[in-house]
């Protein structure tokens, strides 16, 4: 008796013990995903497999344990998944509003699906001895909008803290932020990606400021690239999307990669031709819609300019996205990739397109102020000496 004695309380030790190591810790995030004017997605990272949710507060002065908040669970299909990856979407929100929020999980044990589920004890970011995180949703009632672009980090994260640091980048100073490709060299895997790009965006304003991102070529590549979307949840589920802020429309576009699928450096691994034209039929839908159409400023974020006589890449992005957006009345077009700045006015032969097109350069912060008159802009470079400053007139 003695003997099933011992056993049993070793067992209720080590049970104990397993619980108290398996409470979960964030290790990634939280950062704000697809913002809208009425949603938001949350999206971070545990130490180990738990069950996870959001609770929302208006900021309106009150603590935000003044009464049972709002509560939003991740779920897919009417489950609710148990991992490492969280991805929550918070909606029924108001345009333009502030809102304060916390990430909460309870660590999972013992998994034998719904009949036997042992959890740790439940964690969540601190609200009592600091302030819960806070995001404002995008407001189209407004008849301004003011961002952030940044692309071709290619994997240096000191250069992102020092361009997109709070002092300069926060809730006050601008509406999103958006990565317009190549932030990592390859996508090699995800701790590649957390240690190059999110770290220092969370550390620096991505728990607050909504952050969009445009697929370069360079996140195309790499043994975790087929993952992408896991950490990038968008409106469409894909690496195109379109949203909505201020006076103006932005269409998310993806060129895919630069060279033809042929090419010996994808093994047989691409299809980005049959994808671009996929996109380009999605892109007919969304010009012709009557929210795109009624908006007074049309954007384009695309990380592979067009060229007509440039590499596969550039050449697909004229034959296949030109045409369409040319008769959608865009006003503005931002790029990358090529690591220069550069301003193509509209009408430029090689580009086809009858708007003009800015190339933001590599490792700098562009920041863009438009209303229905004008786009100005200026860019900052990782020494933080602004070298260039600009306005276009709209017509």
Avoid at 29 to 50: H, L
């Amino acid at each position: 008796m003695k003997k099933y004695t011992f056993i049993l309380l070793a067992l209720l030790v080590f049970s104990a013990r397993a619980e108290e190591k398996s409470a979960p810790k964030i290790t990634a995030g939280p950062y704000i995903q697809n913002c809208s004017q009425t949603e938001f997605t949350v999206v971070w990272q545990t130490d180990c497999d738990a069950l996870s949710w959001v609770e929302v507060a208006p900021d309106d002065g009150t603590h935000f344990y003044n009464c049972t908040r709002s509560k939003f669970c991740q779920s897919i299909h009417g489950g609710r998944p148990v991992g490492r990856w969280h991805t929550v979407r918070v909606t029924g929100l108001e345009p333009g509003t502030a809102y304060r929020y916390r990430v909460l999980h309870k660590g999972v044990v013992l998994n034998h699906g719904n009949r036997r589920i042992r959890y740790s004890e439940s964690k969540g970011s601190d609200v009592y001895r600091c302030q819960p995180y806070k995001v404002r949703t995008l407001d189209t009632t407004s008849n301004s909008t003011h961002f952030f672009v940044g692309n071709d980090f290619h994997d240096n994260p000191e250069a992102i803290q020092t361009l997109f640091a709070k002092d300069y980048v926060n809730s006050t100073t601008c509406d999103f932020v958006l990565y317009n490709g190549d932030m990592v060299s390859s996508f090699e895997s995800e701790e590649r990606l957390i240690q190059s790009v999110l770290a220092p965006s969370v550390a620096s304003f991505a728990s607050s400021v909504p952050l969009f991102f445009a697929r370069g070529n360079h996140e195309t590549r790499g043994a975790w690239a087929m993952n992408y979307s896991q950490y990038f949840p968008t409106s469409t589920s894909a690496p195109y999307y379109v949203f909505y802020d201020g006076c103006a429309a932005f269409i998310v576009l993806d060129a895919g990669e630069d060279k033809p699928d042929s090419d010996i450096e994808y093994m047989d691994t691409a299809d980005y031709d049959t994808y671009r034209r996929t996109q380009a039929q999605w892109l007919k839908s969304v010009v012709e819609s009557q929210e795109f159409i009624q908006s007074k400023v049309k954007c384009v974020f695309l990380h592979i300019p067009p060229k007509s006589n440039g590499w596969h890449g550039q050449a697909e992005v004229c034959r296949l996205f030109a045409p369409i957006l040319n008769n959608a009345d865009i006003d503005i077009m931002f790029c990358a990739h090529i690591h220069k700045y550069s301003l193509l006015e509209a009408g430029d032969t090689l580009t086809e397109c009858n708007f003009p097109i800015i190339c933001n350069p590599n490792r700098c912060r562009m920041e863009v102020d438009i209303n229905p008159q004008r786009v100005a802009y200026k860019i900052v470079d990782k020494e933080l000496k602004e070298i260039i400053s600009n306005e276009i007139t709209l017509k």
